[in-house]
């Protein structure tokens, strides 16, 4: 079973920067496609950004491409989103989640099978 915890949540103002970090349990999650979502209050959960299991692709939605990036660090078994120029619209739990083995970056959350418990985002204006 892996576990991943997500950190790096918190309160700002708008414009401000947060990093997001998801810490994995098992080594072997450096083989497989990782990546973030969000849900706000109300809403249902939207992809934000995903990246391969190598690292060499990504995506990102259009409504955070080019202020989020998303990053990883397999020998540390870590998955980063560097936000920037943050809204209030981005205010959300943000969740981590493991997608498929030697996956590439994938938008669609039914291709998850793992998830973290979700670090909250507040961006006031």
């Known amino acids: 079973q892996v576990q991943l915890v997500e950190s790096g949540g918190g309160l700002v103002q708008a414009g401000d920067s947060l990093r997001l970090s998801c810490a994995a349990s098992?080594?072997?999650?450096?083989?497989?496609?990782m990546g973030w979502f969000r849900q706000a209050p109300g809403k249902e959960r939207e992809f934000v950004a995903a990246i391969s299991w190598s690292g060499g692709s990504t995506e990102h939605a259009d409504s955070v491409k080019g202020r989020f990036t998303i990053s990883r660090d397999n020998a540390k078994n870590t998955v980063n989103l560097q936000m920037n120029s943050l809204k209030p619209e981005d205010t959300a739990v943000y969740y981590c989640?493991?997608?498929?083995?030697?996956?590439?970056?994938?938008?669609?959350?039914?291709?998850?099978?793992?998830w973290g418990q979700g670090t909250q985002v507040t961006v006031s204006s």
């Open positions: 098992a080594r072997a999650v450096s083989l497989y496609a």
């Open positions: 989640a493991m997608g498929p083995l030697y996956g590439l970056a994938v938008r669609h959350s039914n291709q998850y099978n793992y």
